[in-house]
């Protein structure tokens, strides 16, 4: 049994070596255990950092290209290096990496194909008033979209079992957290959450500059993958919605004697047309949801005779030094 604990890195020459420091040397039930930074453009000495402290793998990207890229490259390389389970942890050193071995139980127990880390929100003493309600409440909708029962949807310390990485898919460019938990829940693949501990903030996220901009995309990236799994149920409500609204005002008209109130009428048939269009939106976007599972499905079917090829090749080829893409 293969883990590779991939880190994604953004300028983490300062902090890197206290997260690689603070990884398990070894787990019950892993034989292997192998680090991989995915290096996101950084301008400082990341990369030579990495090298220094003897990184297994490392996937470079000449320029800076946001966290969801970086996180999605790592899953693919480390299922082509063969990984059996993969963690995701922060270079910042955010998450107590000897809970590594809790987050990846689950896994070995084969009770679930992935898992989050859920943090002690409410004790963190580093995150504020602001910061914890909204957590609370994105969570809460979260899991109101996905159907699952996960409690810190945003925490980006989770593992993967290799059929779940396999199947990933993220479409937005901004952060990974919400959009995989939506599609786990949606495409029926075991998730559960397991609790863990957090360590003193060495530095503020780079994530978003403030909490409305976190907020503002945040909500984006939940109502666009709420569309892309739902699409029917979520036009449905909306063009429900204007199709009432102009019942309601067609209903006014009528019963106000049908004098002085035509651009109510006017107002109403417009809000009915809104309306079945919006379904018939719905119905089309529907059709295109059950294309897209087909072409997951291939998609899936093509990653893993190629993750398996690759991991194939890289048992027989291990190179003495980490690996590179650009």
Same mark, same amino acid.
């Given at each position: 049994? #293969?883990?590779?604990?991939?880190?994604?890195? /953004?300028?983490?020459?300062?902090?890197?070596?206290?997260?690689?420091?603070?990884?398990?040397?070894?787990?019950?039930?892993? %034989?292997?255990? $192998?680090?991989?930074?995915?290096?996101?453009?950084?301008?400082?000495?990341?990369? !030579?950092?990495?090298?220094?402290?003897?990184?297994?793998?490392?996937?470079?990207? #000449?320029?800076?290209?946001?966290?969801?890229?970086?996180?999605?490259?790592?899953?693919?390389?480390?299922?082509?290096?063969?990984?059996?389970?993969?963690?995701?942890? %922060?270079?910042?050193? +955010?998450?107590?990496?000897?809970?590594?071995?809790?987050?990846? +139980?689950?896994?070995?127990?084969?009770?679930? %194909?992935?898992?989050?880390?859920?943090?002690?929100? @409410?004790? =963190? $003493?580093?995150?504020?008033?602001?910061?914890?309600?909204?957590?609370?409440?994105?969570?809460?909708?979260?899991?109101?979209?996905?159907?699952?029962?996960?409690?810190?949807?945003?925490?980006?310390?989770?593992?993967?079992?290799?059929?779940?990485?396999?199947?990933?898919?993220?479409?937005?460019? /901004?952060?990974?957290?919400?959009?995989?938990?939506? +599609?786990?829940?949606?495409?029926?693949? !075991?998730?559960?959450?397991?609790?863990?501990?957090?360590?003193?903030?060495?530095?503020?996220?780079?994530?978003?500059?403030?909490?409305?901009? /976190?907020?503002?995309?945040?909500?984006?990236?939940?109502?666009?993958?709420?569309?892309?799994?739902?699409?029917? #149920?979520?036009?449905?409500?909306?063009?429900?919605?204007?199709?009432? *609204?102009?019942?309601?005002?067609?209903?006014?008209?009528?019963?106000?004697?049908?004098?002085?109130?035509? +651009?109510?009428?006017?107002?109403?048939?417009?809000?009915?047309?809104?309306?079945?269009? =919006?379904?018939?939106?719905?119905?089309?976007? %529907? *059709?295109?949801?059950?294309?897209?599972?087909?072409? $997951? @499905?291939?998609?899936?079917?093509?990653?893993?005779?190629?993750?398996?090829?690759?991991?194939?090749?890289?048992?027989?080829?291990?190179?003495?030094?980490?690996?590179?893409?650009?």
């Amino acid at each position: 049994m #293969k883990l590779i604990i991939q880190i994604p890195c /953004y300028n983490e020459e300062k902090t890197l070596h206290i997260a690689v420091g603070d990884l398990p040397k070894s787990i019950p039930g892993i %034989d292997t255990i $192998e680090t991989l930074i995915i290096d996101d453009g950084s301008r400082d000495g990341t990369v !030579a950092e990495a090298r220094r402290l003897h990184i297994d793998h490392i996937v470079r990207f #000449k320029r800076n290209k946001g966290l969801a890229y970086g996180f999605m490259a790592g899953i693919d390389a480390a299922c082509r290096l063969g990984a059996d389970i993969i963690v995701n942890t %922060d270079a910042d050193n +955010q998450y107590n990496a000897q809970d590594i071995e809790k987050l990846v +139980q689950p896994i070995l127990d084969g009770t679930a %194909d992935e898992v989050i880390g859920a943090r002690p929100i @409410e004790t =963190t $003493e580093h995150f504020s008033v602001w910061k914890k309600r909204f957590q609370r409440l994105g969570s809460w909708v979260v899991r109101n979209a996905s159907k699952t029962d996960i409690p810190d949807a945003p925490s980006g310390f989770r593992a993967f079992s290799r059929e779940a990485a396999l199947r990933l898919n993220v479409f937005n460019e /901004y952060t990974y957290t919400l959009e995989t938990i939506i +599609q786990a829940g949606r495409n029926k693949i !075991a998730i559960t959450s397991v609790p863990i501990r957090t360590n003193p903030e060495l530095r503020e996220s780079r994530l978003f500059r403030s909490m409305r901009a /976190y907020m503002q995309r945040s909500a984006g990236v939940i109502i666009r993958a709420y569309m892309m799994y739902r699409p029917l #149920k979520f036009f449905g409500v909306v063009g429900a919605a204007f199709f009432l *609204l102009g019942v309601l005002l067609g209903v006014r008209f009528l019963l106000s004697g049908a004098e002085g109130h035509v +651009q109510s009428l006017i107002l109403a048939a417009i809000l009915m047309l809104m309306g079945a269009q =919006t379904f018939f939106m719905g119905l089309q976007a %529907d *059709l295109i949801a059950a294309n897209r599972k087909m072409l $997951e @499905e291939i998609q899936y079917r093509s990653r893993r005779r190629d993750a398996d090829e690759a991991a194939r090749a890289s048992t027989k080829n291990r190179p003495d030094d980490a690996s590179e893409n650009s």
